[in-house]
């Protein structure tokens, strides 16, 4: 109830972020209950969601002229 209503209360970009952070509660649930640590390949998933999920977030509060990365070269 308490994430609907921040998600509610906040703009998307920083609601998302939030979502994204249950991945890091999940991962210390799953090893304080069942002593599990990820697999190499599991922390290398996480790891690429949650740049993602920053690098979107981070992109939409820049201005549109600090976002282009390519020169338009076209004649």
Do not use: C, H
Not at 35 to 61: E, H, Q, R
């Amino acid at each position: 109830m308490l994430l609907t209503l921040g998600i509610q209360r906040q703009n998307a970009s920083k609601a998302t972020i939030g979502i994204y952070t249950e991945i890091l509660w999940a991962l210390f649930f799953d090893y304080l209950i069942f002593g599990t640590i990820p697999t190499a390949l599991s922390a290398i998933g996480m790891t690429v969601v949650i740049t993602s999920a920053l690098t979107v977030a981070l992109m939409k509060d820049m201005p549109q002229a600090a976002r282009v990365t390519e020169v338009d070269t076209a004649v």
